[in-house]
T-cell receptor, first 110, second 114 residues
Framework: GENVEQHPSTLSVQEGDSAVIKCTYS??????FPWYKQELGKRPQLIID?????GEKKDQRIAVTLNKTAKHFSLHITETQPEDSAVYFC?????????FGAGTRLTVKP | KAGVTQTPRYLIKTRGQQVTLSCSPI?????VSWYQQTPGQGLQFLFE???????NKGNFPGRFSGRQFSNSRSEMNVSTLELGDSALYLC?????????????FGSGTQLSVL
């Protein structure tokens, strides 16, 4: 089955800096790559997703890039703000199956 | 539109007992997935149901089971509880026929096994 690895496990940045979180997946059949944000004590929420036929997608300050050949994808957050502090999960999905990475705890220092 | 509702919010059980968790998906969502969340382990996939049929199952022992009713509500059961079963159990529903897309999560049931 699919295996998703996520790095780093923790990330601390200064407000206004950029943050990058990277994930690799094992199953080349995976065709859907979402990112979820989970604030402390809250449920995970979808923030952006990308399909395998697209190399990059942007939504305001966040962007996701996908390299199918290397089987890795990344989340980029620019101009970070304290409210970006949360745990971010990447995932890879195919055929009704979704597997998540272990998560990255992002801390944005004011 | 109501979100995904999970009950109960907290549970405390002792080893050897069994427990049943409930999940009501967003109206119109027919796919329900269950995940176990523990610190440092991320979200581990348990199983997924669509139209009362289990379509996928993760790598969990047979003590973990589930079902889905005709109204799409789902239940998860864990028998013979072990200390290691202590975790936050999240369910998620999806509007799409493909269960892995655009998941909406519930707030979870925090299970503590003593």
């Amino acid at each position: 089955g699919e295996n998703v690895e996520q790095h780093p496990s923790t990330l601390s940045v200064q407000e206004g800096d950029s943050a990058v979180i990277k994930c690799t997946y094992s199953d080349s059949a995976s065709n859907y790559f979402p990112w979820y944000k989970q604030e402390l004590g809250k449920r995970p929420q979808l923030i952006i997703d990308i399909r395998s036929n697209v190399g990059e997608k942007k939504d305001q300050r966040i962007a996701v890039t996908l390299n199918k050949t290397a089987k890795h994808f990344s989340l980029h957050i620019t101009e970070t703000q304290p409210e970006d502090s949360a745990v971010y999960f990447c995932a890879a999905g195919y055929n009704n199956d979704m597997r998540f990475g272990a998560g990255t705890r992002l801390t944005v220092k004011p | 539109k109501a979100g995904v509702t999970q009950t109960p919010r907290y549970l405390i059980k002792t080893r050897g007992q069994q427990v049943t968790l409930s999940c009501s998906p967003i109206s119109g969502h027919r796919s329900v997935s269950w995940y176990q969340q523990t610190p440092g382990q991320g979200l581990q996939f348990l199983f997924e149901y669509f139209s009362e049929t289990q379509r996928n199952k993760g790598n969990f022992p047979g003590r973990f089971s589930g079902r889905q009713f005709s109204n799409s509500r789902s239940e998860m059961n864990v028998s013979t509880l072990e200390l290691g079963d202590s975790a936050l159990y999240l369910c998620a529903s999806s509007l799409f026929g493909t269960a892995h897309e655009k998941l909406f999560f519930g707030s979870g049931t925090q299970l503590s096994v003593l």
